[in-house]
């Protein structure tokens, strides 16, 4: 039988996570965790709903609400003692530090701000730090990277500098073991993301150690593992060592050397 609380809660309190359908997301990640003392930090609580309902879904845990707006808890009927609310932009870093700086990690966040790309792209580099492992990261109402009014690009969904697209580049530090460019330089993310799931308009990334060795690259090099992998099959090593690390390694250069002209022209960085 499907716990149906969380969805309840948010009808209950009006939240807009009830309109949009989110609660069976969060149903899907967060029911296990009901019990448990756990730091949430909900970036946006705009009318306080979702606050509220988080506060009684996690009984045990802490709700840190953010929003750019001065909040009126007597105003807004939040009386749960274990919400904390707080003045400040998800885009001003000096804020952000002066929040993790008191509440040190949390287990979840939402981002539920602006829903601008530049200010859901800034929090995230800045917060995903500070999220535990095994942490959930939900980015709602992505639909916003299409909509040229919210800074958004319908017309180049594919190359656009939206929040979208960066959530979906993030794929490639959940694969970056298996990446065969000699020249790939590692970013933050790469080995520290398990999961990156996209539904309509909400994004859901878990933290989580991702080292595991490929079964096909070495150090971003196809062409050494599979020199590595033969020469221990034969002894013939001066044939493999010539086909993979001289033939192949000159392939790859050609084919980054191609790849690097062809962003240049199309100025895609």
């Given at each position: ?5 969380l969805r ?10 009830y ?9 899907t990640y967060l029911n296990?965790?009901?019990r ?7 970036i946006g609580?705009a009318d306080?709903?979702s606050?509220?309902?988080?506060s009684?879904?996690f009984?045990?845990?802490k ?15 939040i009386?749960?003692k274990n919400?904390?609310?707080?003045k400040g932009?998800?885009s001003?870093l000096?804020?952000?530090?002066e929040?993790?700086?008191?509440y040190?990690?949390f287990?979840f ?6 829903h601008?790309p530049k ?10 730090p500070y999220?535990?492992?095994?942490g959930?990261y939900?980015i709602?109402?992505t ?5 040229h ?8 969904l594919?190359?656009a500098?939206t929040?979208l697209n960066f959530?979906?580049n993030l794929s490639?530090s959940?694969n970056y073991?298996e990446?065969p460019?000699p ?6 993310f790469d080995?520290?993301?398990s999961?990156?799931?996209f539904?309509r308009n909400?994004?859901v990334?878990t933290?989580?150690?991702n080292?595991?060795e490929?079964?096909l690259?070495?150090?971003n090099?196809y062409?050494k593992?599979?020199y590595?992998t033969k020469?221990k ?5 001066m044939?493999y060592f010539?086909?993979y ?10 084919l980054?050397i191609?790849s690097?002209?062809?962003?240049l ?5």
């Amino acid at each position: 039988m499907s716990d149906t609380l969380l969805r309840n809660l948010f009808k209950k309190y009006k939240s807009d996570k009830y309109n949009h359908k989110y609660f069976k997301i969060y149903e899907t990640y967060l029911n296990n965790f009901k019990r448990r003392k756990i730091k949430l930090l909900e970036i946006g609580v705009a009318d306080g709903s979702s606050v509220k309902a988080w506060s009684k879904f996690f009984k045990k845990g802490k709700i840190v609400g953010i929003d750019i707006k001065e909040i009126d808890k007597k105003k807004l009927q939040i009386k749960s003692k274990n919400i904390d609310l707080l003045k400040g932009s998800q885009s001003n870093l000096i804020f952000l530090d002066e929040l993790v700086n008191k509440y040190k990690s949390f287990d979840f966040i939402i981002d539920d701000g602006s829903h601008f790309p530049k200010d859901v792209i800034k929090s995230f580099k800045f917060l995903f730090p500070y999220l535990k492992k095994g942490g959930i990261y939900f980015i709602e109402d992505t639909q916003t990277s299409y909509n040229h009014f919210f800074g958004g690009n319908p017309f180049d969904l594919k190359y656009a500098n939206t929040h979208l697209n960066f959530f979906k580049n993030l794929s490639d530090s959940l694969n970056y073991k298996e990446i065969p460019n000699p020249f790939y330089i590692k970013n933050s993310f790469d080995g520290f993301i398990s999961n990156v799931s996209f539904y309509r308009n909400i994004v859901v990334i878990t933290k989580n150690i991702n080292n595991m060795e490929s079964n096909l690259v070495l150090n971003n090099s196809y062409e050494k593992k599979r020199y590595l992998t033969k020469t221990k099959r034969n002894k013939n090593k001066m044939k493999y060592f010539f086909k993979y690390l001289v033939l192949f390694r000159i392939f790859t250069l050609i084919l980054f050397i191609y790849s690097l002209i062809k962003r240049l022209i199309l100025l895609r960085f």
